[in-house]
C-alpha cells in the first residue's frame, strides 16, 4: 500500500511548521507518521452521516457549572519586566527579531 | 519507617498538632533524595555509567534553599498557633509541565531549557498555600508526549524504581516515580490519554485523572487541550484524595474550570462498597494493537496475569458486598486511540506554535537569514524528535479536506466513547454502574529502550485509559498486584462525572480488603539499600 | 505623442471610468472595541502612549500554560454592533483557532470566530453621493484578538505587544460598492455609528477603525466576479478614496491594454500618495481552523439578546429621517444636527426649551454652536453653553430683548461664565436699545460729529451708510436695534437734504 504522506507532502508539512530537517531525521519522521496513518485509517471505519452531535469536549456544561464571563476591570500584571526578562533578545523594551522576507518588486 | 514514607494525611496531622517539624520531614526527604536519584536530567549530559543505572533520576530541577524555606514558615506558623494548611510540611514534587515562579520550567525540553515563569500554575499555588513544601521539579516526557519518560532532553531519563533498567512510565514518568521511592509524598501531574495512571500502574502508587475541569489548567503547558487533566500522584488513597481536595475547584483564569462545589473527597472514604454496583467490560479485558504491515487492529486476550489481578479484585469488592455487573459492552473504546491519535496532535501542534525562538526559550543563534530561517532554525534544534512527529501529523490532519475524514470523525468517534460511558453510568439505565473497574495498563513496565521509535505500539499502552480522557469522566489507578516477575499492576476504577468521591470510597475499601496482601509488603527495589 | 493607456476624457462616464467598465469594492474592516480591558485578559485596551511591552501579562503576550477569559463587555459592545448592522445575534456562537507565524502574533494563532460567529449577516444603508441609498451587504461580523505591533529599523524588526489581545470587531461587506466615493461614505456612515453607539472611538489615525479594500472591475452591468486586488495600509477615509482610485484606473487601463489583471496585494503609501505591491498573494494560507479547546461556547439567553435589541438607541440615520418629518428640517441640516449623539440630543434639548421654530435653532447651531464646539475641543454634552440657555439666548433675541450680534456675543460670554443669560444681560446692561428718542439722539451726535461723511453720503457715495451704521453701533456699545436704527438713519441722513 502506498505511503499516505508522499516525500512532497512531508516536505510542505515541514514547511508549514517551520521546521527543517536533515534527510535522515525527514525520512524517518516521514515513515513514522505514515505508521501511525495506517492505525489511524480504523477511524475510517465510522460513518460520518450518523447523527452525533460533535462535542469539542467530553464533559457538559450546564448553565450552573459553567464559570461566568470575565468582568471588564483593569487588572495590571505586577511585573510585565520578567516576561521581558524571558526574551532572547531585547532593546529599548522592544523585542528585536529579524527582518520578515519581503520580495521585493516593482 | 523514614518520615519520607509516612502517608501525607498522617505528616500534616502530626506537624499541625506540634508532634513534627517540617524541616526534619523536609531533611528525611532531601536525603532520601540523595540515597536514589542520583545525578538529575539534564541537557548537556554526560554518557550513562554503572552508577546512574542503578539510581532513579526522577529530578531535573531541585529546589532545596526554597523548600527549606517554605518548611520553616510552616514551623514558624505552627508555633503562632496559626492554621498551617490541609497539607502543612508534606514535601511534594512537580512535574515540569507547571509554571512555578522563579524556577526553570522546562517540560523537558530544549526549547524550554531556560525559560524561567513569571507565575505559578494555580494548582501549585493552592497546594503551596496550604502549606506543601516544593522538593523541586521532576521528569517527564518532553512536552508530555510519550508513555515512557524517554523522549525527555534531560538525560539521564528517569527509571522505575520497582526495576531500574525498566521504564516508569510517562508522560509523568518522574511524578510517579519520586512518589514511588520516597521522594516526596505527593507529586502533582498531568493525564491527556493515561499519563499519570499509567506511570502509577507502572510504579505501584495511587493516581487520579480527575474529571476534565475539577482543576485549573491555568499555569500547565499545554498538550491536548480538550483532554489534559492536571491531578494527584500518592502512595495510598486517601493522600490522593487529600490533594484533590487542594487543588480541586474554580478558577477565573480558566474557562473551562467548572464552577461546582469541591465536595469533602475524605468525608465518607471509610464508607465501604456494599451496595455499589461495580462493572466489568469484555472490552477491556482484551488488547489491540495494529498490524505492522496493514494497519488493520489485531484484538488480542489481555496477558493472564493482568487479567486475572482485575478479576480477582472484583472478587474482593464483591466480598465486601458490591455487586459486580458483568459484560458491560463499551465497543467504542476500540477507536480511542486512533481519535487520540488525531484530536491531541491537532491540538498539539497548534499548541507549540508559539515556541518560536522570539519571546522566551532557546533561540538558534544568529542565523544568516530572516525571520524564517529564525523559526525553523529555533523549532529544529529545539524540539525533539516526538514534538516533531505532533506538530506534523497535528498539521496534517487539520488541513483542508483532511480536517473532514479524520478530525470530524475522531469527534465522532470522542462523542461515541462518551455515549458508552453514559449509558453504563445511567442511573435508569441498564447497567447503573458506580464504577466501572478495569487494569490501567496491558502489561506491566516494559524495559527501556523497547518500544522508544515506535510512536504506534508505544502509543497503544495507553489504550486503556485513553477513553476516560475523550470521554472526561474520573479515573483512579491504584496497585492491584505484583506480576510474576515482581512489577507492580494497576487496577483502574472509571467513574461518571465529578464522582472521584465515589473512586475514592471504592480505591480505599479495596486497599483496606488487601492490606495485607503479601504484596503489599514488598517494597521498590531500589529501596532495598535504603536504610 | 499620446500615451497609449490614457483614457481620452470623452470616453469617461459620470464615475470617471471608461463607459463600459463598473467597478466592484469591498470592504473589510477591523474595529477597536472601546473597552476596558483586552478580550481575553484583564491588561488595559487602550495603551496608546505607553511605552513598549508594559501593558502586558502571561496571557497575552502568549507564555507557556496560559488560558484566555472572555471579556463581557466585548461580548456586549459586539452584540450591540450586530444588532444596530440589522444582523442576527447567535445565541450559540463559537470561538477558532486561526493559526499562522508571525512575530506580533505570540501564540502563534489568532482566536477568532470562524463559521459560527457571533452576527450572521446585516446591512447598513447609506445614502450615497447622487442622492440614492445603497444597502451594504455584510457577509461577516466577528469577534476577534489583535495582533501586536511591529516596526522595522535597522534591519530588524522590533515588535511590542501592548496591543495585543486587544477586542476587535471584524466586519467585512459583500461586494457591494461601485466606486471610490461609496467606499468613503460607507466608512463615514460606519464610523459614525461606531461612536453613536459607544462601542468605539473609530479614530482612524489611531488605528481604532482599519480598513481594507478589495477591488476589480467587470463590463458595466454583468454580475460575474472578475479577480480582485487588496489594498492595505490606509489610515483615513481620503486615503481610502485615493487608493482606490487610483487602483480602478490602474485596472481599466490595464484590461484597456489587453492585459489581465491579478490577484496582488497592494500596499498604500501615504507619504508618496501611490500604490506598491507586496509579495504576491501566494496561495491562500491555510489557517487550519479548528474550534479553540480552552474556551467554552459562547451562550447567549433570547432575553439578553432581546434586551441588547431593545436597548438600540434611535440610529443616525433613522433620527436624522425624524429630523426631517417631525422638525421640517432640511436634509442638509438634520445630516449636520446628527453627526453625533451630544449634538443630536442637545438640539431635540434645546428645541424643548425653547419652543420656537425648529429651523431657527437649526441656523443658531449650525452657526454659533459648533463653531464654539469645534474651537473648544468639546462634546456637545460638555458645553457649558446648556440647551436650555441656548433656547433663553435665541428667545431674547427673538424677543428684541437683545440684537443678534449682542446674542452670538453672549453665547461666549456663557460658556466662558457658566452664568444664566439673563443674569449676564441684566449686570452687563446689553438690553437692546430700542428706544426712538434715544436712538435718535445718538444719530443726530453721530451726524454732527462728521459732516464731510454727511457730505459725501449725499453726494452720492451711498457706501457710507454701513459706516454710519457701524458709528452709531460703537455709540451704543453694539446695543442699537439694527432695523429701528436703520430706519431713523436714512430719515437722518435724507432728512436733512
Redesign the interface.
Known amino acids: 500500500m502506498r505511503d499516505e504522506i508522499s516525500p512532497e507532502i512531508f516536505a510542505k508539512l515541514a514547511d508549514l511548521a517551520a521546521f527543517r530537517f536533515n534527510p535522515e531525521e525527514a525520512e524517518y519522521l516521514r515513515m513514522e507518521l505514515n505508521q501511525q496513518l495506517k492505525a489511524i485509517r480504523q477511524l475510517e471505519t465510522l460513518a460520518l452521516d450518523v447523527d452525533v452531535p460533535l462535542v469539542p469536549r467530553g464533559v457538559t456544561y450546564t448553565a450552573e457549572s459553567r464559570p461566568p464571563l470575565r468582568p471588564d476591570v483593569w487588572v495590571p500584571f505586577e511585573n510585565p519586566e520578567e516576561i521581558l526578562n524571558q526574551a532572547p533578545e531585547v532593546e529599548d523594551g522592544y523585542l528585536i527579531v529579524p527582518d520578515i522576507p519581503h520580495r521585493e518588486l516593482d | 519507617m523514614s518520615l519520607t514514607d509516612q502517608s501525607a494525611f498522617d505528616i500534616a496531622h502530626k506537624i499541625k498538632r506540634g508532634e513534627l517539624a517540617a524541616v526534619d520531614v523536609l531533611d528525611a526527604a532531601l536525603e532520601r533524595i540523595a540515597a536514589v536519584d542520583g545525578r538529575p536530567g539534564a541537557l548537556d549530559y554526560s554518557p550513562l555509567t554503572q552508577e546512574d543505572q542503578t539510581k532513579v533520576h526522577a529530578f531535573i530541577t531541585l529546589t532545596a534553599d526554597r523548600a527549606r524555606q517554605q518548611a520553616e514558615r510552616v514551623d514558624a506558623r505552627v508555633s503562632a498557633g496559626e492554621d498551617a494548611g490541609a497539607l502543612a510540611g508534606v514535601p511534594i514534587t512537580i512535574k515540569d509541565l507547571f509554571c512555578l515562579k522563579g524556577v526553570p520550567t522546562t517540560a523537558a525540553s530544549r526549547i524550554l531549557s531556560n525559560f524561567v515563569a513569571p507565575y505559578t500554575a494555580t494548582a501549585v499555588k493552592r497546594l503551596e498555600d496550604a502549606g506543601a513544601v516544593v522538593l523541586g521539579k521532576v521528569n517527564m516526557d518532553e512536552f508530555a508526549y510519550g508513555s515512557s519518560n524517554e523522549s525527555s532532553a534531560f538525560k539521564p531519563t528517569t527509571r522505575n524504581p520497582w526495576d531500574l533498567s525498566r521504564v516508569p512510565g510517562g508522560s509523568s514518568g518522574g511524578s510517579a516515580a519520586a512518589v514511588a521511592s520516597g521522594q516526596g509524598c505527593l507529586s502533582v501531574g498531568t493525564d491527556t490519554g493515561g499519563s499519570i495512571r499509567q506511570p502509577a500502574a507502572y510504579c505501584g502508587v495511587v493516581g487520579l485523572k480527575p474529571t476534565y475541569g475539577r482543576i485549573s489548567r491555568y499555569g500547565v503547558i499545554a498538550f491536548a487541550s480538550s483532554l489534559d487533566c492536571p491531578g494527584p500522584l500518592a502512595r495510598n488513597v486517601r493522600d490522593a484524595a487529600l490533594m484533590l481536595s487542594v487543588m480541586a475547584g474554580a478558577d477565573t483564569r480558566d474557562s473551562t474550570a467548572v464552577r461546582l462545589p469541591v465536595p469533602d473527597y475524605l468525608a465518607g472514604i471509610d464508607r465501604g462498597v456494599k451496595g455499589m454496583r461495580i462493572g466489568l467490560s469484555k472490552d477491556y479485558l482484551q488488547i489491540s494493537y495494529p498490524d505492522p504491515d496493514t494497519g488493520e487492529t489485531i484484538m488480542e486476550d489481555l496477558p493472564a496475569e493482568i487479567r486475572n489481578m482485575t478479576l480477582c479484585a472484583a472478587g474482593t469488592l464483591a466480598a465486601e458486598g458490591a455487586e459486580i455487573v458483568e459484560n458491560v459492552p463499551m465497543p467504542n473504546s476500540i477507536y480511542g486511540i486512533p481519535a487520540y491519535f488525531v484530536i491531541s496532535r491537532v491540538e498539539a501542534s497548534s499548541n507549540l506554535h508559539r515556541f518560536d525562538g522570539v519571546k522566551y526559550g532557546y533561540r538558534a543563534r544568529a542565523s544568516q537569514g530572516d525571520l524564517a530561517e529564525l523559526y525553523r532554525q529555533t523549532r529544529a534544534e529545539g524540539f525533539g524528535l516526538e514534538p516533531k512527529l505532533r506538530v506534523l501529523m497535528g498539521m496534517y490532519m487539520s488541513g483542508g479536506q483532511l480536517s473532514l475524514q479524520y478530525f470530524q470523525r475522531a469527534l465522532q468517534a470522542r462523542s461515541m466513547i462518551r455515549a458508552d460511558f453514559e449509558t453504563a453510568f445511567d442511573p435508569d439505565g441498564p447497567y447503573r454502574l458506580d464504577v466501572l473497574l478495569t487494569p490501567t495498563a496491558p502489561t506491566p513496565a516494559f524495559k527501556m529502550g523497547d518500544f522508544y521509535g515506535d510512536s504506534t505500539l508505544m502509543q497503544y499502552s495507553d489504550q486503556l485509559t485513553v477513553s476516560a480522557n475523550h470521554a472526561g469522566v474520573p479515573a483512579l489507578s491504584i496497585p492491584g498486584g505484583l506480576s510474576a516477575e515482581g512489577l507492580p499492576m494497576g487496577l483502574q476504577m472509571i467513574g461518571p462525572d465529578f464522582a472521584e468521591a465515589t473512586l475514592f470510597r471504592a480505591g480505599y475499601a479495596f486497599e483496606q480488603a488487601t492490606a495485607d496482601a503479601d504484596w503489599r509488603a514488598v517494597k521498590p527495589c531500589v529501596l532495598a539499600e535504603v536504610e | 505623442m499620446m500615451n497609449p493607456l490614457a483614457v481620452p476624457d470623452q470616453h469617461r462616464n459620470k464615475d470617471g471610468l471608461m463607459a463600459d467598465f463598473e467597478a466592484v469594492i469591498g470592504l473589510e474592516t477591523h474595529i477597536q472595541l472601546n473597552?476596558?480591558?483586552k478580550i481575553f485578559c484583564?491588561?488595559?485596551a487602550d495603551s496608546w502612549q505607553d511605552?513598549?511591552?508594559?501593558?502586558?501579562?502571561?496571557v497575552c503576550?502568549?507564555?507557556?500554560?496560559?488560558?484566555?477569559?472572555?471579556?463581557?463587555?466585548?461580548?456586549y459592545k459586539g452584540a450591540l454592533l450586530a444588532a444596530a448592522m440589522h444582523a442576527e445575534i447567535r445565541l450559540v456562537s463559537y470561538f477558532d483557532?486561526k493559526?499562522y507565524?508571525?512575530?506580533d502574533l505570540?501564540?502563534?494563532?489568532q482566536i477568532s470566530q470562524f463559521d459560527l460567529a457571533l452576527g450572521d449577516g446585516g446591512y447598513l444603508d447609506v445614502t450615497m453621493p447622487g442622492g440614492f441609498v445603497r444597502r451594504v451587504n455584510i457577509t461577516k461580523l466577528h469577534l476577534e484578538e489583535d495582533a501586536g505591533k511591529?516596526k522595522?529599523e535597522g534591519?530588524?524588526?522590533?515588535?511590542?505587544?501592548n496591543r495585543c489581545g486587544v477586542p476587535l470587531v471584524e466586519m467585512v461587506t459583500e461586494p457591494d460598492l461601485r466606486s471610490a466615493d461609496e467606499a468613503a461614505q460607507y466608512l463615514i456612515r460606519l464610523r459614525q455609528l461606531l461612536r453613536w453607539l459607544g462601542v468605539s472611538e473609530a479614530d482612524m489615525e489611531k488605528g481604532h477603525l482599519r480598513c481594507d479594500a478589495n477591488v476589480s472591475i467587470r463590463t458595466a452591468g454583468s454580475t460575474y466576479l472578475n479577480t480582485k486586488t487588496e489594498i492595505k495600509n490606509v489610515n483615513s477615509i481620503e486615503a481610502v478614496r485615493a487608493a482606490i482610485n487610483m487602483e480602478i484606473e490602474r485596472q481599466v487601463a490595464l484590461v484597456q491594454a489587453g492585459g489581465q489583471v491579478e490577484s496582488w496585494t497592494l500596499d498604500w503609501d501615504e507619504t508618496r500618495q501611490r500604490l506598491?505591491?507586496m509579495?504576491?498573494k501566494e496561495t491562500e494560507a491555510?489557517y487550519?481552523y479548528?474550534?479553540e479547546?480552552?474556551?467554552?461556547?459562547l451562550?447567549l439567553t433570547s432575553e439578553w439578546r432581546d434586551a441588547v435589541i431593545q436597548n438600540l438607541p434611535e440610529l443616525p440615520l433613522e433620527r436624522q429621517l425624524r429630523f426631517m418629518t417631525r422638525f421640517q428640517l432640511p436634509e442638509y441640516d438634520a445630516d449636520i444636527l446628527t453627526a453625533d449623539r451630544p449634538i443630536a440630543d442637545y438640539y431635540e434639548a434645546a428645541l424643548t426649551a425653547y419652543g420656537g421654530d425648529p429651523k431657527i435653532l437649526s441656523n443658531w447651531i449650525m452657526n454659533e454652536v459648533l463653531r464654539m464646539q469645534n474651537e473648544l475641543g468639546l462634546s456637545a454634552d460638555a458645553l457649558t453653553l446648556t440647551p436650555e440657555y441656548l433656547a433663553e439666548v435665541i428667545r431674547l433675541v427673538d424677543a428684541g430683548t437683545i440684537n443678534a450680534a449682542t446674542g452670538k456675543a453672549l453665547l461666549v460670554k456663557v460658556q466662558q461664565s457658566g452664568q444664566a443669560p439673563q443674569a449676564i444681560v441684566a449686570a452687563e446692561g446689553l438690553s437692546q436699545v430700542s428706544d426712538d428718542s434715544a436712538l435718535q439722539s445718538v444719530i443726530d451726535a453721530v451726524l454732527a460729529a462728521h459732516p464731510q461723511e454727511v457730505e459725501s453720503y449725499r453726494g452720492g457715495k451711498e457706501g457710507l451708510f454701513g459706516w454710519f451704521m457701524g458709528q452709531v453701533m460703537r455709540q451704543t456699545r453694539g446695543q442699537a436695534d439694527p432695523a429701528k436704527t436703520r430706519a431713523l438713519l436714512q430719515k437722518a441722513l435724507q432728512g436733512k437734504r
Open positions: 473597552t476596558v480591558t484583564s491588561c488595559k511605552p513598549p511591552n508594559t501593558n502586558i501579562c502571561p503576550a502568549g507564555l507557556p500554560g496560559v488560558l484566555p477569559v472572555l471579556n463581557e463587555a466585548a461580548v483557532r493559526n507565524f508571525y512575530p505570540p501564540k502563534g494563532y511591529t522595522y534591519g530588524q524588526r522590533l515588535v511590542d505587544f506598491n505591491k509579495r504576491s491555510d487550519r479548528f474550534r479547546p480552552d474556551l467554552l461556547p451562550e
